[in-house]
């Protein structure tokens, strides 16, 4: 059964604490994706990786970073919390394709709350 | 600006009747995809449909696509209580390069 999974479901930081939020996936799949999702907006991106080492900026990367050592392996890096970084982080996988997007494969999610 | 709009926010239907959303977008795209949320969890992928396809099937789900209007459906017939989630719709850009554009989603609420 593929796999998606986030180091925590649940996560409480203060503000201006560096927080890491890990993904991992289990499929060999190229891409990886983290976005946020608050009530009413939908997903948004924050940032891409179509490749060990490589990244892409999304449509609201500021106040994030990421990192990306292993292919399986996708990381997400608030650098100073801030409370409008409360949110709930998901992070996808999918199949690389040339100018194609596949089916993407979610873990369960994060809820963060910056006091 | 989201690339794609659902339609409705929020839908409420009892079980045993057909449940209908609708996707609209706004620019041309490779495929379109509806993924399932349940309250507090990931997203779930249902179905992917292709630009040079107008309909396809899963199960209960029947998507269809109309690339002249820019929107696409979602139809969940004989709905369950297990249904109850949050519907989204994801757009692959033609320019998009591996990303998806995601609306907000429609909230259906099965009652028994």
């Known amino acids: 059964d593929v796999k998606v999974t986030q180091s925590s479901r649940y996560l409480v930081k203060r503000t201006g604490e560096k927080v890491f939020l890990e993904c991992v996936q289990d499929?060999?799949?190229?891409?990886m994706f983290w976005y946020r999702q608050d009530p009413g907006l939908g997903l948004r991106l924050i940032y891409f990786?179509?490749?060990?080492?490589?990244?892409e900026k999304g449509d609201i990367p500021e106040g994030y970073s990421v990192s990306r050592e292993k292919k399986e392996r996708f990381s997400l890096i608030l650098e100073s919390a801030s409370t409008n970084q409360t949110s709930m982080y998901l992070c996808?996988?999918?199949?690389?394709?040339?100018?194609?997007?596949?089916?993407?494969?979610f873990g369960p999610g994060t809820r963060l709350t910056v006091t | 600006s989201q690339q794609g709009e659902e339609d409705p926010q929020a839908l409420s239907i009892q079980e045993g009747e057909n449940a209908t959303m609708n996707c609209s977008y706004k620019?041309?795209?490779?495929?379109l995809q509806w993924y399932r949320q349940n309250s507090g969890r990931g997203l779930v992928h249902l179905i992917l449909?292709?630009?040079?396809?107008r309909e396809k099937h899963s199960g209960r789900l029947r998507v269809t696509l109309d690339t002249s209007k820019k929107s696409s459906s979602l139809l969940i017939t004989a709905s369950r209580a297990a249904d109850t989630a949050s519907y989204f719709c994801?757009?692959?850009?033609?320019?998009?390069?591996?990303?998806?554009?995601f609306g907000a989603g429609t909230q259906v609420v099965v009652t028994p």
């Open positions: 996808a996988s999918s199949l690389w394709g040339v100018a194609v997007s596949y089916e993407q494969y």
């Open positions: 499929m060999d799949h190229e891409n």
């Open positions: 990786s179509y490749d060990v080492k490589m990244k």
């Open positions: 620019t041309s795209i490779n495929n």
């Open positions: 449909i292709r630009s040079n396809e």
């Open positions: 994801a757009t692959d850009l033609t320019d998009s390069w591996g990303k998806l554009q």
